[in-house]
T-cell receptor, first 109, second 114 residues
Framework: DAKTTQPPSMDCAEGRAANLPCNHSTISGNEYVYWYRQIHSQGPQYIIHGLKNNETNEMASLIITEDRKSSTLILPHATLRDTAVYYC??????????FGDGTTLTVKP | NAGVTQTPKFQVLKTGQSMTLQCAQDMNHEYMSWYRQDPGMGLRLIHYSVGAGITDQGEVPNGYNVSRSTTEDFPLRLLSAAPSQTSVYFCATTSWGGRGNEQFFGPGTRLTVL
């Protein structure tokens, strides 16, 4: 799996958009970009994934650059409940994922 | 549907003891994985299985055994517990092939080895 680089921490004001970046410059053509989050010590929760195109679901949007070397997860209207550790994973096989240390997002009132 | 269940939720072992962490899923997913998470760190893959009767090693397999006799169950065995195995253990499943599919995680087992 390609290695990812994420900032260790970020803050966001409640109600504002949270933009979480991820670099994956060694990504291969068959590797997807996945985002998960982990609240407290619960099991990670899937957010979104994509291959080439930008993706949107009820939780978030995923923007992947044209060269696929980086991506951004966007939480459009962050709430206090979005405070969590966010993991960006690049993998050709979802069941064999390598989790880095992620980004701790703190949403502040 | 229960999704992914793990038992026990908490466990304390003494060095040298053995035990089995249980993982069960009712989603009929072929792919199952075991991860460990040490404090302040991300998850690391221990073992995984692509279907009944098929298992393989992940990033940190030493000290652990797995087997997969049914689609539903994927137990993780600690052969001789060591303090370095103190961690939170998560089981996860994903649908066939694992490509472009989300993983579903269990709630975790918090293991302390004294």
């Amino acid at each position: 799996d390609a290695k990812t680089t994420q900032p260790p921490s970020m803050d966001c004001a409640e109600g504002r958009a949270a933009n979480l970046p991820c670099n994956h410059s060694t990504i291969s053509g068959n590797e997807y970009v996945y985002w998960y989050r982990q609240i407290h010590s619960q099991g990670p929760q899937y957010i979104i994934h994509g291959l080439k195109n930008n993706e949107t679901n009820e939780m978030a949007s995923l923007i992947i650059t044209e060269d696929r070397k980086s991506s951004t997860l966007i939480l459009p209207h962050a709430t206090l409940r979005d405070t969590a550790v966010y993991y960006c994973i690049v993998s050709a096989n979802a069941g064999k994922s390598t989790f880095g240390d992620g980004t701790t997002l703190t949403v502040k009132p | 549907n229960a999704g992914v269940t793990q038992t026990p939720k908490f466990q304390v072992l003494k060095t040298g003891q053995s035990m089995t962490l249980q993982c069960a899923q009712d989603m009929n997913h072929e792919y199952m994985s075991w991860y460990r998470q040490d404090p302040g760190m991300g998850l690391r893959l221990i073992h995984y299985s692509v279907g009944a009767g098929i298992t393989d090693q992940g990033e940190v397999p030493n000290g652990y055994n797995v087997s997969r006799s049914t689609t539903e169950d994927f137990p993780l065995r600690l052969l001789s517990a060591a303090p370095s195995q103190t961690s939170v253990y998560f089981c996860a499943t994903t649908s066939w092939g694992g490509r472009g599919n989300e993983q579903f995680f269990g709630p975790g087992t918090r293991l302390t080895v004294l």
